[in-house]
């Protein structure tokens, strides 16, 4: 095993912008990832990506870069919740994102035992969707019509990816927010009553809203950056803004980067993932290289270890950052692309490329 000659190193890659765009490589990937597998440096891959097991997420991404990569590397958006199981495995929750049945059966794959999609609302009241006519094939193939659906509380909303049909994903969430006890087409008489927290609202067993990625844009293969799940976020944020006259906040818990909740959860990956590679003494310091200084260079700075690791981050110019302009969160240092960055931090770190 390689060794740095002031201590363990890792590394934490972002995905999208940084070793692929879109389905295809970036060029000097492939030589990178190869050179810290050849010289035994753990090194995980920590994405606001998602939308597939973590299995088949790293085949996919092994294929496109001709490599091969354990479960066990990667953290995506919404691996974090995997430890929302206990609490919600049993219970009914509503699943955003993706399209077709890939959601539902990702959430089931997760644990989750009862899981409904918006197209399966749609199914079950055709009108819900106030302008269908786009979506409305999509929606009768995948939803499932369940007469036990008009009844039954929606105890959590998950957001896994960016959702495809907003119209429809907005109007149903508001309209649970905003429900009796998480059942839909009803609506809390709480509302609105300013002698309860909230302006009343949220304070009648509504479901918790859960969403895995604040990116507002990501990097795709067209020229300009494209809006991610924070986008849609902040167009909820403004439609339950003027729902309740600016009188309550949307009450929502969010992980994927830059939240120290997904750090912490990567972190102990990583340090997993270094004692399976024989690393006995502990990593002691991890290069978080990315390419969106609102996402991986931000988290990297301002997480606090609590094993006492030092992060530190590595901004590209293949993705989102554009060369040449300034980043809003300033880097540790700043690379071309990815080869050049895991080549800087070797040499930096005084381990021998030719090992």
């Given amino acids: 095993m390689a060794k740095a000659k002031g201590g363990t190193i890792a590394f934490a890659f972002d995905v999208d912008g940084v070793l692929v765009k879109g389905k295809n490589p970036v060029p000097g990937a492939y030589e990178a990832i190869r050179l810290l597998q050849r010289l035994n440096i753990p090194f995980i891959f920590l994405t606001n990506g998602g939308g597939h097991t973590e299995e088949a997420h ?7 870069l001709g490599l091969t990569f354990s479960a066990k590397q990667i953290v995506q958006s919404h691996t974090p919740f995997l430890d929302l199981v206990p609490e919600y495995g049993e219970k009914t929750i509503l699943v955003l994102g993706g399209h077709g049945q890939q959601i539902r059966e990702l959430a089931h794959a997760y644990g989750f035992k009862k899981v409904v999609t918006t197209s399966d609302f749609m199914a079950l009241h055709p009108h819900i969707h106030p302008f269908p006519e786009i979506t409305k094939a999509h929606h009768d193939e995948h939803g499932r019509a369940n007469d036990a659906l008009r009844s039954t509380p929606i105890s959590a909303i998950l957001c896994w990816t960016s959702p495809r049909d907003w119209n429809l994903d907005l109007q149903v969430i508001n309209d649970l927010l905003l429900s009796s006890g998480g059942i839909i087409n009803t609506v809390s008489p709480k509302n609105g009553d300013d002698s309860l927290p909230n302006g009343g609202y949220l304070q009648d067993g509504q479901p918790k809203l859960f969403f895995c ?31 309740t006259q600016g009188k309550a906040e949307l009450e929502y818990t969010i992980v994927g980067k830059p939240t120290d909740a997904t750090y912490v959860y990567a972190e102990r990956v990583l340090r997993e993932y270094g004692e399976s590679l024989g690393i006995t003494r502990g990593i002691d310091t991890v290069y978080m290289v990315g390419d969106n200084p609102e996402s991986d260079i931000v988290g990297a700075n301002t997480f606090q270890s609590r094993h006492g690791i030092q992060w530190r981050s590595v901004l590209v110019e293949t993705g989102v950052h554009v060369a040449g302009s300034v980043p809003k969160h300033q880097p540790y240092h700043t690379a071309t692309n990815v080869k050049e960055a895991v080549e800087w931090v070797l040499k930096k770190e005084g381990v021998g490329m030719e090992e």
Avoid: I
């Avoid at 790293?58 to 496109?64: E, F």
């Avoid at 990501?218 to 003027?242: C, D, M, N, V």
């Fill in 58 to 64: 790293v085949a996919k991404l092994g294929k496109r």
């Fill in 213 to 243: 990625n604040p990116d507002f844009k990501w990097s795709t293969e067209h020229s300009q950056p494209r809006y991610a799940q924070g986008a849609f976020r902040e167009a909820l944020k403004g439609t339950w803004r003027y729902e």
